[in-house]
């Protein structure tokens, strides 16, 4: 599997904070794929847009993880330019995050962070935080085999 990274923070982009999640999502995934591509773009309409579409329709990645920008700030995107590039939205996901992380971070309904599918590229919007991505990335994790198989077509069970 194919799996691209991309880390959308001003700080992080421009050197003043380290991005610790965009590696903790890289150690988690490196068991169900390789990382193609690893980026840093600023909190940018169309830095973040190109990105996204590089890397689902030229790298043509099966995962796409984003951390950051999905809070209510002013600068925070990530959803926005998700949603005008997905073809279909998986809503589950979004829900399933906010729902299990809600009890040990109850700020996690602020979050905005959506997924969806564009081609056969799966994206997700992770939160910011270390600890919000080590929790959301977790949850979704065993789903994702499933995820892949429905977007290839492949047949599967149904109750």
Partial sequence: MKIGIITVSDS?????RVDKSGKIIQQMVSSIGEVVEYRIVPDDKGVLQSAL???TDKQEVDLLLTTGGTGISPRDITPDVTKQIIEKEIPGFGELMRLKTFSSSPTSVLSRGIAGVRGKSVIVNLPGS???VKECLALLLPILPHTFDMIR???HEQD
């Fill in 12 to 16: 992080c982009f421009n050197g003043r």
């Fill in 53 to 55: 579409l590089y890397l």
């Fill in 130 to 132: 270390p600890k919000g």
């Fill in 153 to 155: 077509g492949l047949p």
